[in-house]
């Protein structure tokens, strides 16, 4: 079955960077687009980028354009999101969501969700 | 960038009750509109697609409708497992967006 298993918590200073991963089972990689999403403590969905497993192209939300990094790893199935220079309000569950298909880019398949504590 | 605004922010229902959630996009999305639930602590759960469409196992209870720019989330008969928080997400260009949610509590 589909899968994304993401790493676990973490806990970031301020000014830090956090590299979070998707790793991928039950379909192949390449051939959906997986989108990033994260949710702060008692707050409503907000939708990162999107990257395409298969030649690395991303879009990024404007919010977050000058400090994220999404990628991906072929050889293990693995997507990675990096975002810099933490403040106490990048605090949030962070989700990696496997799309449908080509059109079809809502997410049908989430990972579990990373904790992401920034904190002095 | 299109907005998304949900109606109401919290709405109060009982159980057996007919409920529509409404999603307008500050500008036409045509029909690519998804429904998602998310329950407390949980990860959220893709409802409905292409603004109409439901997804495989979601119970006949949930429908959608709209295009353009106003979309409703309607459950026909409130069941207890239905309390929770619904988003409307846009997928017609980047960036893509959320609504800022729907909580539906129990009266």
């Known amino acids: 079955q589909v899968q994304l298993v993401q790493s676990g918590p973490e806990v970031k200073k301020p000014g830090a960077s956090v590299k979070v991963s998707c790793k991928a089972s039950g379909y192949t990689f390449t051939d959906y687009n997986v989108n990033w999403v994260r949710q702060a403590p008692g707050q409503g969905l907000e939708w990162m980028g999107i990257?395409?497993?298969?030649?690395?192209?991303?879009s990024y939300a404007q919010k977050f354009q000058d400090r994220v990094n999404m990628t991906s790893d072929m050889s293990t199935s693995t997507l990675y999101m990096e975002l810099s220079s933490l403040t106490s309000e990048d605090t949030a569950v962070y989700y990696c969501?496997?799309?449908?298909?080509?059109?079809?880019?809502?997410?049908?398949?989430w990972g579990q969700g990373t904790l992401v504590t920034v904190s002095s | 960038d299109i907005q998304m605004t949900q109606s109401p922010s919290t709405l109060s229902a009982s159980v057996g009750d007919r409920v529509t959630i409404t999603c307008r996009a500050s500008q036409s999305i045509s029909s690519w509109l998804a429904w998602y639930q998310q329950k407390p602590g949980k990860v959220p759960k893709l409802l409905i697609y292409k603004a109409s469409t439901s997804e495989s196992g979601v119970p006949s209870r949930f429908s959608g409708s709209g295009s353009g720019t106003e979309f409703t989330l309607t459950i026909s008969s409130l069941q207890p497992d239905d309390f929770a928080t619904y988003y409307c997400q846009h997928y017609i260009k980047y960036p893509y967006s959320f609504g800022q949610g729907t909580k539906l509590e129990i009266k």
């Open positions: 990257i395409n497993p298969s030649h690395g192209g991303t």
């Open positions: 969501a496997r799309c449908d298909g080509d059109y079809a880019s809502y997410s049908v398949t």
